[in-house]
């Protein structure tokens, strides 16, 4: 039997996917930059063929296990920008046999105990270091006195192949306005390129100077010397990125279509789509975004009805304030844009594909739940 959707549903506009692989791919070719998006977003081997056969040099993967699954897909080069802890040499040397790999590592003691594991295996494993550019996550620190040194020992150690320096200023999603935004973007990229000038002072190659995140992509690649650009978000966009001014309500791709199953009071409506289904993440942007997701009704295909607010959510109930004069009964289907489209996709074995007219086509997250 065919499948078919049931509600709740993340449904995905085949021709805005297409539309936002071909911008980004775009934004990288004038901006001269590789394009290596980060397939943690849709965890979807066709779509990061979509991606590669539109430009992309690879993908990134967050995990080794969802790395696995889009190796098994047949796509040969992927970077894991993500510190793995050798204690999964055996994996990564499993991978290694069919894919180009590259890692990261921010500490010394790791990087020598990943050249251990390679010399042992009489392997070359690509490396980058991680740069704290502010996000204040992983990453060496760049103001630090040893960071030339540290960075020149790692690069010198057998068995690993140091490829250039790293980041991702994930702190530009608490960006308080476009100008403070562009600011985190203009000290990612004066970090990076000055650090890349000293350790090719200090005699180390630095071949790669990598960058990437959605709200900077339009940003960071224009500066001369960065050579490649990670997003991963922007293949859907979603509340947080139209808050944050890096798309509209009209690129946005994935929403949830959900049932209103009770109207309980006159002020208040639930949906089939908890916790769940759109996650508890909040929106993040330049002004205020209440609630678990925006709303659109059928009236408005493409501004959310801001008279409706996900107050709360529940595992398996959003909890909707709507305004008495609201007609919205049990039964009725509204759109949801997720705050965060990421974290939505890993809930989820599907997504429905959506034509412009309206058909639907079932599409596997097949590297959903790979977070080992
Ligand atoms: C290391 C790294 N690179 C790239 C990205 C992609 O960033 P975005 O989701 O903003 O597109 C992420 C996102 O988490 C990341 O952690």
Redesign the pocket.
Known sequence: MPLSPRSPYPVVSSSRLAANIARMQTLANHAGVRLRP?A??HKSPVIARMQIEAGAVGI?C?KLSEAAVFADAGITDIRI??PVNPSNADRLLVLMERVRLSIIVDDADVAVDWSGAMVRARKVLDILVKVDVGTHRCGVNPDSPDVVNTITRIARLPGLSFRGILS?A?HTYNAESPYALAAIVARETEIMIGLAKRLREAGVPVEEISV????AASLAPTQHGITEM?????VFLDRTQVGLGSATYENCALFVVATVVSRPAPDRAILDCGSKTLTSDGARGFTDLPGYGAIFLSSNENQPDASIVIERVSEEHAVCRVPESSPLRPGDRVRVLPNHA?TVTNLTDRLWLASDQGALAPLTVAARGRNW
Request: charged share 10%; net charge positive.
């Open positions: 980060h943690k977003t990134c967050a920008p993500y991702h994930g990437g995140s959605t709200p990670r997003p991963g978000n922007y990421c």
